[in-house]
T-cell receptor, first 117, second 110 residues
Framework: DTGVSQDPRHKITKRGQNVTFRCDPI?????LYWYRQTLGQGPEFLTYFQNEAQLEKSRLLSDRFSAERPKGSFSTLEIQRTEQGDSAMYLC???????????????FGPGTRLTVT | QKEVEQNSGPLSVPEGAIASLNCTYS??????FFWYRQYSGKSPELIMF????GDKEDGRFTAQLNKASQYVSLLIRDSQPSDSATYLCAVNEGTYKYIFGTGTRLKVLA
């Protein structure tokens, strides 16, 4: 168990550019989550996958955000035409889940800190 | 939108004391409750999870759950300066979503 990994750890980009982040979950975990966290706030849900299916996307997420988990393993989060308001820590988390059971604990990756100038 | 509320702090305790962190939640259907520790600039780290009413102990940490009062707490015994961090409470909403509080900042004074 190598834990959740994220890449890059830091990204500085200019307004209007596109950025893509990668997340590798714990290998046996079938659920993968993306969150955004700003200073003084808790993680805010963006979207989640169960295996390769994206089952919910937050209403707070604009159409500039897209996520994929093509083979049910790693996931990517892309932000198009970045804005200064997108500056935040982007967190990935994974967990296991079996139908009929309660939600289990999530484990977070180290995060990607995005700065839009 | 379901809510999880925490006092933002800071909560200051002397080294060796018991730190008590509290969290209330709005969704009576919640079944899973989690505490995470987050150091400045780092990602959340799972400390405890609890599913049933009562207490659950793990080393210096005790999680307490009272579903009737919709209240979950975390006690840290023999607090150390290295415990100084923000503690996030998280609660499930439905079968897949987790709602986080804004966190309580704990300062352990040497």
């Amino acid at each position: 168990d190598t834990g959740v990994s994220q890449d890059p750890r830091h990204k500085i980009t200019k307004r209007g550019q596109n950025v893509t982040f990668r997340c590798d979950p714990i290998s046996e975990h079938n659920r993968l989550y993306w969150y955004r966290q700003t200073l003084g706030q808790g993680p805010e849900f963006l979207t989640y996958f169960q295996n390769e299916a994206q089952l919910e996307k937050s209403r707070l997420l604009s159409d500039r955000f897209s996520a994929e988990r093509p083979k049910g393993s790693f996931s990517t989060l892309e932000i198009q035409r970045t804005e200064q308001g997108d500056s935040a820590m982007y967190l990935c988390a994974s967990s296991t889940w079996t139908s009929g059971t309660r939600p289990r604990e999530q484990y977070f990756g180290p995060g990607t800190r995005l700065t839009v100038t | 939108q379901k809510e999880v509320e925490q006092n933002s702090g800071p909560l200051s305790v002397p080294e060796g004391a018991i730190a008590s962190l509290n969290c209330t939640y709005s969704d009576r259907g919640s079944q899973s409750f989690f505490w995470y520790r987050q150091y400045s600039g780092k990602s959340p780290e799972l400390i405890m999870f609890i599913y049933s009413n009562g207490d659950k102990e793990d080393g210096r940490f005790t999680a307490q759950l009272n579903k009737a009062s919709q209240y979950v707490s975390l006690l840290i015994r023999d607090s150390q300066p290295s415990d100084s961090a923000t503690y996030l409470c998280a609660v499930n909403e439905g079968t897949y979503k987790y709602i986080f509080g804004t966190g309580t900042r704990l300062k352990v004074l040497a």
